[in-house]
T-cell receptor, first 112, second 116 residues
């Protein structure tokens, strides 16, 4: 069974400070990992995925297979980063659009 | 691009009635659509996966006769909550994936269902 764990329900960080949102997963095969974000009164949207290896809005996430982690990081938090962040996992199949398993989410609040 | 429209955004109904929620992909073909349920302060729970033209695949514990899913075209899927009861009150969210970027799901804004 696949599982995603986000240990922090709430995280408050001062503006300009580094941010790290933790995500651990369990999956027997080769997973594909995502971070989705939901800003206030907006729908859930993709922030980044591990295969893209991109930095989006200053955020990066590295897949660590040894530690089965996919932590989201940003060196300097901005007020507009306040949102709900969900880590998600799919089976990474090449044959179709696989379902996602979501973590419980972390609400990030940036303190001005 | 890759916009998913979900309608209605909010519905209030009496116990015993059925409610239909629509999910449309506006600018891409959604080969797969997903239906989630979100309880207050909880994560999204996948209810079912539907592929265009075939029967939906339900997750364990989700009643297929209670939550009817139809995905008759590449741009439309519907979720019908049949004979709704107060315990069905929840936030229902659809997502779609398809021919735009493989593996990425695009989400609707959700439907708040309140059953009286």
């Amino acid at each position: 069974a696949q599982r995603v764990t986000q240990p922090e329900k709430l995280l408050s960080v001062f503006k300009g400070a580094p941010v790290e949102l933790k995500c651990n997963y369990s999956y027997s095969g080769s997973p594909e990992l995502f971070w989705y974000v939901q800003y206030s009164r907006q729908r859930l949207q993709l922030l980044l995925r591990h295969i893209s290896r991109e930095s989006i809005k200053g955020f990066t996430a590295d897949l660590n297979k040894g530690e089965t982690s996919f932590h989201l990081k940003k060196p300097f938090a901005q007020e507009e980063d306040s949102a709900m962040y969900y880590c998600a996992l799919s089976g990474g199949s090449n044959f179709g659009n696989e379902k996602l398993t979501f973590g419980t989410g972390t609400r990030l609040t940036i303190i001005p | 691009g890759a916009v998913v429209s979900q309608h209605p955004s909010r519905v209030i109904c009496k116990s015993g009635t059925s409610v239909k929620i629509e999910c449309r992909s506006l600018d891409f073909q959604a080969t797969t659509m997903f239906w989630y349920r979100q309880f207050p302060k909880k994560s999204l729970m996948l209810m079912a996966t539907s592929n265009e033209g075939s029967k939906a695949t339900y997750e364990q514990g989700v009643e297929k006769d209670k939550f009817l899913i139809n995905h008759a075209s590449l741009t439309l899927s519907t979720l019908t909550v049949t004979s709704a009861h107060p315990e069905d009150s929840s936030f229902y969210i659809c997502s779609a994936s398809g021919t735009t970027e493989f593996g990425i799901q695009y989400f609707g804004a959700g439907t708040r269902l309140s059953v009286l």
